[in-house]
């Protein structure tokens, strides 16, 4: 039963599961803006492909991390190039500095320590590497780019336009050199310039609401209402779906005195996203009467823009370098950029470096209507680091401060459950289903994790209500979901040896929903062995460990289907496996003593009907 729970808890404290986690994922642009374009946009800045592949992806500084340099530049190099490929930019930035001082003057060390140090958020060190490499190599966009956002932030714009200039090439098609020179022109006061350097943006519909929308955020910020109505109104008129387009415009329409308007705009919006944090935010302060600020309220916001459009879309496909890099000077220029804080944690996260999402998540201002989610998220993010109870701590703490905040009972429970106190878990559950009230699909999530809580406490009869209710809940449009929770109650019926007939129906409804989930086969595998008919549970376990060859259990209930079969070299063999790939403490002791003495013999369940027998030709 222990790994049902572990199959169950994986996604409890992560991001998949987390009933408000569309919070990081703060969509910026277009779809039409995909992989093509972002790759155009980044030939035009990365002057070295090569080097560009092979650079690590990048993270927050840590805020206190020991290092020990190696003793040569080799051993320097070799150590920042094996922390590159590891994606610890921290490491890679730190290698590559000991290893300059050893050879300042080697281009492509050169290069690969502005690249590390840029995606490290070590901007100094970045723009003087960036100086150096200019000065080597007059062509390197990316070098450019870099300088260009630094003299922006500084009000230099003359400056700035002449790196953008030849970090892009001066090509229409190139989002970042385009945008941000007409940024820097807005910065010096002509405007009129801006908007017509954004309108050399053409060609695909996506570059048409880009466009438009940072054309309507120039028009704002120097004065010309009619044009930035005209022009945000394009953009909302080409995706409603997007977040920032609907705040810019919604805002817009509340700041010209049409606070129903403005409304519309938001709930439209919140019809395709609900319960959206910023959403949220927008409409309680327009219920109230309180003024909705600008999105941009100078040069450096609207740059900042720019490179958080560019981040976020390449965080969303996967480009994780290119990403960190643009959200890293999104940031510079805006170090308070809530959304651009929250999606490079988000992406951070995603390559396994928790400990320095949780610290950009703690650099959101607590005044942002994201804060809250992202308070959550440092919770769990410290249980996945094995900090589980300054993780309690935390939470308990927000749930003092928030008592009817239904995701931080959740969170809380999720973390007492990782941490195996599940008649804890269960209990501060239920505080939040008696806050909830009527369940509807959205809550299906919080019964099943209930479940699995009183299921591990050994309270069977709370345990299947639950579960019954989250598979009740549990919308079909959500496979994954619905078959985990098949999955659970038909494995918890099998192993005890009740309602085996609608437990097979059961588990062969979660296999069709899901049928390269290995941990699923091995449970309609296991109640085929449960039920004396070995043969079938061979066939279902070897297509299980085929699927997850390194997990435990499935081994060892191989292991078992084996020997039932005759077959005791093999079942020792993958006993030992499953004792090797780090069991369970209660399985452990068990596998030990079947490798030991063989296997007891056991009487099978019974059947209650033929199903089974019809299901498989018998």
């Given at each position: 039963?222990?790994?049902?729970?572990?199959?169950?808890?994986?996604?409890?404290?992560?991001?998949?599961?987390?009933?408000?986690?569309?919070?990081?994922?703060?969509?910026?642009?277009?779809?039409?803006?995909?992989?093509?374009?972002?790759?155009?946009?980044?030939?035009?800045?990365?002057?070295?492909?090569?080097?560009?592949?092979?650079?690590?992806?990048?993270?927050?500084?840590?805020?206190?991390?020991?290092?020990?340099?190696?003793?040569?530049?080799?051993?320097?190099?070799?150590?920042?190039?094996?922390?590159?490929?590891?994606?610890?930019?921290?490491?890679?930035?730190?290698?590559?500095?000991?290893?300059?001082?050893?050879?300042?003057?080697?281009?492509?060390?050169?290069?690969?320590?502005?690249?590390?140090?840029?995606?490290?958020?070590?901007?100094?060190?970045?723009?003087?590497?960036?100086?150096?490499?200019?000065?080597?190599?007059?062509?390197?966009?990316?070098?450019?780019?870099?300088?260009?956002v630094r003299d922006l932030k500084n009000r230099q714009y003359v400056q700035a336009r002449s790196h953008f200039s030849r970090g892009g090439k001066g090509r229409a098609a190139d989002l970042t050199a385009t945008l941000l020179t007409a940024w820097a022109l807005a910065g010096a006061g002509d405007g009129k310039r801006a908007i017509e350097t954004a309108d050399r943006l053409?060609?695909?519909?996506?570059?048409?609401?880009?466009?438009?929308?940072?054309?309507?955020?120039?028009?704002?910020?120097?004065?010309?209402?009619?044009?930035?109505?005209?022009?945000?109104?394009?953009?909302?008129?080409?995706?409603?779906?997007?977040?920032?387009?609907?705040?810019?415009?919604?805002?817009?329409?509340?700041?010209?005195?049409?606070?129903?308007?403005?409304?519309?705009?938001?709930?439209?919006?919140?019809?395709?996203?609900?319960?959206?944090?910023?959403?949220?935010?927008?409409?309680?302060?327009?219920?109230?009467?309180?003024?909705?600020?600008?999105?941009?309220?100078?040069?450096?916001?609207?740059?900042?823009?720019?490179?958080?459009?560019?981040?976020?879309?390449?965080?969303?496909?996967?480009?994780?370098?290119?990403?960190?890099?643009?959200?890293?000077?999104?940031?510079?220029?805006?170090?308070?950029?809530?959304?651009?804080?929250?999606?490079?944690?988000?992406?951070?996260?995603?390559?396994?470096?928790?400990?320095?999402?949780?610290?950009?998540?703690?650099?959101?201002?607590?005044?942002?209507?994201?804060?809250?989610?992202?308070?959550?998220?440092?919770?769990?993010?410290?249980?996945?680091?094995?900090?589980?109870?300054?993780?309690?701590?935390?939470?308990?703490?927000?749930?003092?401060?928030?008592?009817?905040?239904?995701?931080?009972?959740?969170?809380?429970?999720?973390?007492?459950?990782?941490?195996?106190?599940?008649?804890?878990?269960?209990?501060?559950?239920?505080?939040?289903?008696?806050?909830?009230?009527?369940?509807?699909?959205?809550?299906?999530?919080?019964?099943?994790?209930?479940?699995?809580?009183?299921?591990?406490?050994?309270?069977?009869?709370?345990?299947?209500?639950?579960?019954?209710?989250?598979?009740?809940?549990?919308?079909?449009?959500?496979?994954?979901?619905?078959?985990?929770?098949?999955?659970?109650?038909?494995?918890?019926?099998?192993?005890?040896?009740?309602?085996?007939?609608?437990?097979?129906?059961?588990?062969?409804?979660?296999?069709?929903?899901?049928?390269?989930?290995?941990?699923?086969?091995?449970?309609?595998?296991?109640?085929?062995?449960?039920?004396?008919?070995?043969?079938?549970?061979?066939?279902?376990?070897?297509?299980?460990?085929?699927?997850?060859?390194?997990?435990?259990?499935?081994?060892?209930?191989?292991?078992?289907?084996?020997?039932?079969?005759?077959?005791?070299?093999?079942?020792?063999?993958?006993?030992?496996?499953?004792?090797?790939?780090?069991?369970?403490?209660?399985?452990?002791?068990?596998?030990?003593?079947?490798?030991?003495?063989?296997?007891?013999?056991?009487?099978?369940?019974?059947?209650?009907?033929?199903?089974?027998?019809?299901?498989?030709?018998?």
């Open positions: 039963m222990v790994r049902r729970f572990r199959a169950a808890f994986k996604n409890s404290t992560g991001a998949d599961l987390w009933s408000s986690r569309d919070v990081p994922i703060f969509k910026m642009l277009p779809a039409g803006l995909g992989r093509p374009a972002l790759a155009l946009t980044l030939a035009c800045l990365i002057a070295s492909p090569s080097v560009a592949a092979r650079s690590p992806a990048g993270s927050p500084a840590p805020t206190a991390r020991a290092f020990n340099p190696a003793e040569s530049l080799e051993g320097n190099y070799l150590a920042a190039y094996i922390a590159g490929a590891s994606r610890d930019t921290a490491a890679a930035a730190a290698f590559y500095r000991e290893a300059l001082k050893d050879d300042p003057k080697n281009p492509e060390l050169l290069e690969r320590a502005f690249v590390s140090f840029l995606a490290d958020g070590a901007m100094p060190e970045a723009f003087r590497a960036a100086e150096r490499l200019t000065a080597q190599d007059p062509a390197n966009g990316l070098a450019h780019l870099a300088l260009g053409k060609g695909e519909r996506a570059y048409s609401v880009f466009r438009d929308y940072h054309a309507g955020l120039m028009a704002d910020l120097i004065g010309n209402a009619p044009e930035a109505e005209r022009r945000l109104k394009a953009a909302y008129d080409g995706d409603k779906n997007t977040l920032r387009i609907v705040d810019a415009y919604g805002r817009f329409e509340a700041r010209r005195g049409r606070a129903e308007a403005a409304t519309a705009v938001y709930k439209t919006y919140e019809d395709l996203a609900p319960r959206h944090p910023v959403v949220r935010d927008a409409l309680e302060k327009l219920r109230s009467g309180k003024l909705l600020g600008p999105l941009v309220a100078s040069p450096q916001e609207g740059a900042s823009e720019v490179l958080y459009g560019l981040g976020a879309a390449g965080g969303q496909q996967g480009d994780e370098l290119p990403a960190i890099v643009y959200l890293r000077l999104a940031l510079y220029l805006n170090p308070e950029h809530a959304l651009a804080l929250v999606t490079l944690a988000d992406v951070l996260e995603r390559l396994k470096q928790t400990e320095r999402a949780v610290e950009v998540y703690n650099r959101i201002p607590e005044n942002s209507p994201v804060r809250p989610s992202a308070d959550i998220q440092i919770g769990l993010g410290l249980e996945q680091l094995g900090r589980g109870e300054e993780a309690v701590k935390h939470l308990e703490a927000l749930m003092q401060k928030r008592p009817d905040d239904v995701e931080v009972i959740t969170a809380l429970g999720n973390v007492l459950r990782a941490r195996k106190r599940y008649a804890e878990a269960a209990e501060v559950y239920t505080k939040a289903v008696e806050k909830i009230g009527e369940p509807n699909k959205s809550n299906w999530t919080l019964f099943y994790f209930r479940g699995t809580a009183y299921e591990r406490a050994k309270q069977w009869p709370k345990a299947e209500a639950d579960l019954k209710k989250a598979l009740e809940l549990v919308p079909d449009n959500q496979p994954n979901g619905k078959s985990q929770v098949l999955n659970y109650l038909g494995y918890s019926w099998v192993d005890m040896g009740i309602n085996i007939d609608e437990a097979f129906k059961l588990l062969q409804r979660a296999v069709d929903l899901n049928p390269r989930d290995g941990m699923i086969i091995d449970s309609l595998g296991w109640g085929y062995y449960r039920l004396g008919r070995y043969d079938d549970a061979v066939r279902e376990l070897e297509k299980a460990v085929e699927l997850k060859p390194g997990d435990p259990v499935i081994n060892d209930h191989l292991g078992d289907a084996y020997w039932k079969v005759g077959r005791k070299l093999e079942a020792r063999f993958q006993w030992q496996h499953a004792k090797d790939s780090n069991p369970e403490p209660e399985d452990l002791e068990k596998i030990k003593v079947k490798l030991e003495k063989g296997l007891e013999e056991e009487k099978p369940a019974a059947a209650e009907g033929a199903w089974v027998e019809e299901k498989n030709g018998g």
